[in-house]
């Protein structure tokens, strides 16, 4: 079965910490793994895209790692602010036009 | 340009209501979707359309109905509203296929009681 799993559920980090979110994933045939923030109310919005030969991949602060023989991924990240409290969402697409979304997780970026 | 836009932003629906959720686009992208997002859920892909006059059904498409006459538009129909119907119901495009950034609208919040 398609799956996508995220860990941990929820976080909280104080400001100026990093961290690192997981994402775990069963889905076959392997096209890419996206990575989204999310803002509570808004839609979700891209930080990384990853195909299956890219290992690493950074947006400013983000950086996306890609493990495509243990079909894993992480996103962390540095030096946190307060705008990074948001939903995180590990995307896996296949061929097809078909895509797995994780449940997510939830940071919280506290003073 | 304004992106991707959406209305309503929330919207209440009676059981075996009808309403259509608007999506429109002005960035001249082919691929338009749609997604919903249940609490606690992972979103789920409704429809896409990869250009004007072409639609297919994602993963949940049952109690729903897309059309896509224009680049533009992506219109998103419930004809016969559920209670399970009730969502955040995401619009999204990309230029291209798979291998492109999605750009998403704010959403449309929906309860059908």
């Known amino acids: 079965k398609n799956q996508v799993e995220q860990s941990p559920q929820s976080l909280i980090i104080l400001e100026g910490k990093n961290c690192t979110l997981q994402c775990n994933y069963t889905v076959s045939p392997f096209s890419n793994l996206r990575w989204y923030k999310q803002d509570t109310g808004r839609g979700p919005v891209s930080l990384t895209i990853?195909?299956?030969?890219?290992n690493t991949k950074s947006n400013g602060r983000y950086t996306a790692t890609l493990d495509a023989d243990t079909k894993q991924s992480s996103l962390h990240i540095t030096a946190s602010q307060l705008s990074d409290s948001a939903s995180y969402i590990c995307?896996?697409?296949?061929?097809?036009?078909?895509?797995?979304f994780g449940t997510g997780t939830s940071l919280t970026v506290i003073p | 340009n304004a992106g991707v836009t959406q209305t309503p932003k929330f919207r209440i629906l009676k059981i075996g209501q009808s309403m259509t959720l608007q999506c429109t686009q002005d960035?001249?992208?082919?691929?338009m979707y749609w997604y919903r997002q249940d609490p606690g859920m992972g979103l789920k892909l409704i429809y896409y359309s990869v250009g004007a006059g072409i639609t297919d059904k994602g993963e949940v498409p049952n109690g729903y109905n897309v059309s896509r006459s224009t680049t533009e538009d992506f219109p998103l129909r419930l004809e016969l509203a559920a209670p399970s119907q009730t969502s955040v119901y995401f619009c999204a495009s990309s230029p291209q296929g798979i291998s492109y950034e999605q750009y998403f609208g704010p959403g449309t919040r929906l309860t059908v009681t």
């Open positions: 995307v896996v697409s296949v061929t097809g036009n078909q895509f797995y």
């Open positions: 990853m195909t299956f030969s890219e």
């Open positions: 960035m001249n992208h082919n691929y």
